[in-house]
């Protein structure tokens, strides 16, 4: 058995959050790796996987702001690495990297880093992160594994793209869809286009919004934007996405769903997911999960998108291109043999990317390696 501590620092929920819960919810597939998770900060993962039974290990808040919070922290980890429940860290992304690799360092464990983005080696956090090389990088997609040598060039990358529970239902009773539309007020003969992500500029919200204001004269088309808004430059950005919709004269037929939990139920009910990116993700989890639900999507041609996306299940417009992305949708409304080609296509593409099996197997054999030439390189 392979015990894993996976260290997370963030407040906020979005693709890490969902990660790590499918590591948890999936763990029956890989039965030879023993998931366990560290907190800094309560929140909606926390109360999920307090509410499944899972052991958290809180180490109570961090700030960088706040040098003791950083060390109360770091003896509490190392305090818990003593025991000897632990065969391999990993950490998710710079912050937790930050703030723990130096007390995962002195205990002497097997150290990965699991990179879910672009490393931009100017930002200030990546530099200091750089300090502290990982044994391993496990990059969630071609595009990000590129960018971690800009850091720690010497270290080797394995590529694992996240697992994606196959489980959930791609579809719903036709009755139970149209009550879903009904409790927002769409016709049942409405086409619905869905975009699920929290509410911040790289995921182009304003774009989509931009895209359908070209749209407006065009009959028969809703919207509906599920995602909250979590930090304070959100809930801003919140207040500008709604007054566009209303000054675009689009305002009643694009309907604000805030925090969902109930996503691939409003796939299953939606007709096509958009997503117009402005800055590379490096990997959009929501992409595979609209694929997984038999949705044609559209979004932007760069980053891990053109890794999920393909012509066969997709349309790839040119970032931050409304024009294109009008054109794009007005296609799609316009031709229902078009949607269902592209649609059934998807739940194939998601399954050969994000088999959680196969995902599940291929990080319990990189961290197994990883450990096993640490404990080689020591003797």
Not at 238 to 252: T, V, Y
Request: glycine share 8%; hydrophobic share 45%.
């Amino acid at each position: 058995m392979l015990r894993v501590l996976h260290l997370n620092a963030g407040n906020l929920f979005g693709g890490i959050e969902t990660y790590l819960l499918t590591l948890l919810h999936q763990r029956h597939l890989c039965p030879a790796m023993e998931p366990h998770l560290g907190l800094c900060f309560a929140g909606r993962l926390e109360q999920e996987l307090r509410a499944a039974g899972d052991n958290v290990l809180d180490l109570g808040p961090v700030r960088l702001s706040r040098p003791w919070t950083v060390l109360r922290a770091r003896r509490r980890l190392r305090r818990f690495l003593a025991s000897g429940a632990i065969d391999v860290v990993v950490t998710h992304g710079p912050w937790p990297h930050v703030v723990f690799a130096p007390a995962i360092r002195r205990a002497g464990l097997p150290l990965v880093n699991c990179l879910h983005g672009w490393l931009d080696s100017r930002r200030w956090l990546n530099r200091v992160a750089a300090r502290t090389p990982p044994d391993h990088v496990a990059a969630n997609s071609r595009f990000t594994a590129d960018s971690a040598a800009l850091l720690w060039p010497r270290v080797p990358v394995t590529v694992i793209y996240p697992p994606l529970p196959l489980t959930e239902e791609a579809t719903i009773p036709e009755e139970a869809r149209q009550r879903l539309r009904a409790s927002f007020g769409t016709a049942p003969d409405a086409l619905v286009i869905l975009m699920a992500a929290r509410i911040e500029p790289l995921k182009g919200h304003a774009v989509l919004l931009e895209a359908l204001g070209r749209l407006r004269g065009q009959p028969g088309w809703e919207c509906w934007i599920a995602g909250a808004a979590q930090r304070r430059e959100e809930e801003q950005g919140l207040a500008e996405l709604r007054a566009d919709a209303q000054r675009r004269g689009i305002a009643e037929r694009v309907r604000f769903l805030g925090q969902r939990a109930d996503v691939p139920a409003l796939m299953a009910a939606a007709d096509l997911y958009c997503q117009p990116n402005v800055q590379p993700e490096g990997f959009g989890l929501a992409l595979a999960e609209a694929l997984r639900a038999g949705l044609p999507v559209v979004t932007s041609r760069f980053g891990g998108a053109v890794e999920i996306v393909t012509d066969d299940c997709g349309i790839l417009c040119p970032p931050g291109d409304s024009a294109a992305v009008a054109q794009a949708l007005r296609a799609l409304m316009a031709d229902p043999s078009l949607r269902q080609r592209l649609g059934q296509a998807g739940p194939a593409r998601a399954r050969t990317l994000c088999n959680p099996a196969e995902q599940l197997a291929r990080l319990y054999q990189t961290l197994a390696a990883v450990r096993h030439s640490v404990r080689t390189s020591r003797r």
